[in-house]
T-cell receptor, first 112, second 114 residues
Framework: GAGVSQSPSNKVTEKGKDVELRCDPI?????LYWYRQSLGQGLEFLIY????????KSGLPSDRFSAERTGGSVSTLTIQRTQQEDSAVYLC??????????FGPGTRLTVT | EDKVVQSPLSLVVHEGDTVTLNCSYE??????LLWYKQEKKAPTFLFML????IEKKSGRLSSILDKKELFSILNITATQTGDSAIYLC??????????????FGRGTQLTVWP
């Protein structure tokens, strides 16, 4: 595709449920990043992938958060037992090596 | 602790005005500073700055970096209503295993009235 895509665009879930967020990076981009943007806050780094491996998971806020990437392409961010404080916009970005990152449209997660 | 601070947090101007947005940073292993424009969800890339004193321009937008004083400014001249957005400053740091890790400021919400 022409850009980074993410799905779903919006997700409303009940507290305690698990959710999966998907990111399709730009074809050929080896690096993939997940960020979270809470209301009124800047983007918060969550995790970085180079290829299929995640050398930096330091931004994941708790062990309820996990992510994987397969085939050097699609990535899934999973949040288990969602809490209300998980409500945010989750943004994915990809880049070729260390050049500028291109962002997807994000997934707005609302935990009720 | 690494941090990126933007000011002002919000700004309201009229069409035709010139605005200056500020970004200061304290980040170890600095690689570059980036500016993004965020209108709805996806931030769109504006500039990447790596060297001090070299102005980057794109139409009515320009930006410059001062690596000695650890700040950058983004200028927008002859503002238009379409410039209304959140402008995000991000600093890229080299964390060894992580290339391109970005530290974001909270952004400046710019509103341009007709």
């Amino acid at each position: 595709g022409a850009g980074v895509s993410q799905s779903p665009s919006n997700k409303v879930t009940e507290k305690g449920k698990d959710v999966e967020l998907r990111c399709d990076p730009i074809s050929g981009h080896t690096a993939l990043y997940w960020y979270r943007q809470s209301l009124g806050q800047g983007l918060e780094f969550l995790i970085y992938f180079q290829g299929n491996s995640a050398p930096d998971k330091s931004g994941l806020p708790s062990d309820r958060f996990s992510a994987e990437r397969t085939g050097g392409s699609v990535s899934t961010l999973t949040i288990q037992r969602t809490q209300q404080e998980d409500s945010a916009v989750y943004l994915c970005a990809s880049s070729y090596s260390s050049y500028e990152q291109y962002f997807g449209p994000g997934t707005r997660l609302t935990v009720t | 602790e690494d941090k990126v601070v933007q000011s002002p947090l919000s700004l309201v101007v009229h069409e035709g005005d010139t605005v200056t947005l500020n970004c200061s940073y304290e980040v170890t292993n600095f690689r570059s500073l980036l500016w993004y424009k965020q209108e709805k969800k996806a931030p769109t890339f504006l500039f990447m700055l790596t060297s001090s004193g070299i102005e980057k321009k794109s139409g009515r937008l320009s930006s410059i970096l001062d690596k000695k004083e650890l700040f950058s400014i983004l200028n927008i001249t002859a503002t238009q209503t379409g410039d209304s957005a959140i402008y995000l400053c991000a600093v890229e740091a080299d964390r060894g295993s992580t290339l391109g890790r970005l530290y974001f400021g909270r952004g400046t919400q710019l509103t341009v009235w007709p």
